[in-house]
């Protein structure tokens, strides 16, 4: 039976994974997330040659069924965690000889580019663990083109209630909420999903969740 104590680890460790626990954290992250982090990709609508960002990228194990799709595009790829960043070097060896991708690690706050460098940005189960939403919405809209397309994926806040490590320092947000949040940030919502999935959950658990992913426009 898992403690308080569990509890807060595995919540320090979903937001900064870091040590020899960090590496399987992140693998059973991926595992967790891989479809909700596909259909963000999906939704993001990426053509040819586009400039991507991505916030929060765990171990990149996903970036292989990204680059079978979208193969011309240059992607660039942002993560507080120094793990996570040698873990997706590590993985994406051979993929990074033969294509245009950058890792690195940034405080969260600040994006290292210039304004109007991407075509897209996209972050899947990162907004929970942000200390300033509005500045870091800010961040994105100012690394945006004009019109350029935002997708972030979340795990619903009654679905994460229901997770013993939610309560450990996340902040949750309904789908109502992150519309919001991203209207008030220089954004327009153009497309919203929510839909349901089971999986297993971060602490083990075998449990259905509901998800929202929005596509939303810088302005």
């Not at 982090?37 to 069924?65: S, V």
């Not at 290292?112 to 870091?136: A, E, I, K």
């Not at 996340?170 to 954004?187: Q, S």
């Amino acid at each position: 039976m898992q403690t308080s104590t569990d509890h807060n680890e595995l919540a320090e460790q979903l937001k900064c994974p870091k040590g020899t626990k960090g590496i399987g954290i992140a693998n059973n992250m991926f595992d967790t997330n891989r479809d909700m982090i596909l259909k963000t990709i999906e939704l993001l609508e990426i053509r040819p040659c586009d400039d991507i960002l991505e916030i929060g990228f765990g171990n990149a194990r996903h970036l292989h069924e990204l680059f079978r799709k979208h193969s011309l595009i240059s992607y660039s790829g942002i993560d507080i965690s120094e793990l996570m960043v040698m873990q997706a070097m590590t993985n994406n060896a051979a993929l990074m000889e033969k294509n245009d991708i950058v890792f690195q690690k940034t405080d969260g706050l600040y994006i290292p580019f210039d304004p109007r460098s991407f075509d897209g940005v996209f972050t899947v189960n990162t907004l929970y663990f942000w200390t300033n939403p509005r500045q870091q919405l800010r961040e994105i809209h100012r690394v945006l083109l004009d019109q350029g397309r935002l997708c972030m994926g979340i795990v619903t806040k009654k679905s994460m209630e229901k997770l013993p490590f939610a309560g450990k320092g996340f902040c949750l947000y309904t789908p109502h909420e992150l519309h919001r949040l991203l209207e008030d940030t220089g954004f327009k919502v153009q497309k919203s999903i929510t839909a349901k999935e089971h999986v297993k959950s971060n602490s083990g658990e075998h449990i259905t969740r509901e998800y929202c992913i929005v596509q939303a426009q810088k302005l």
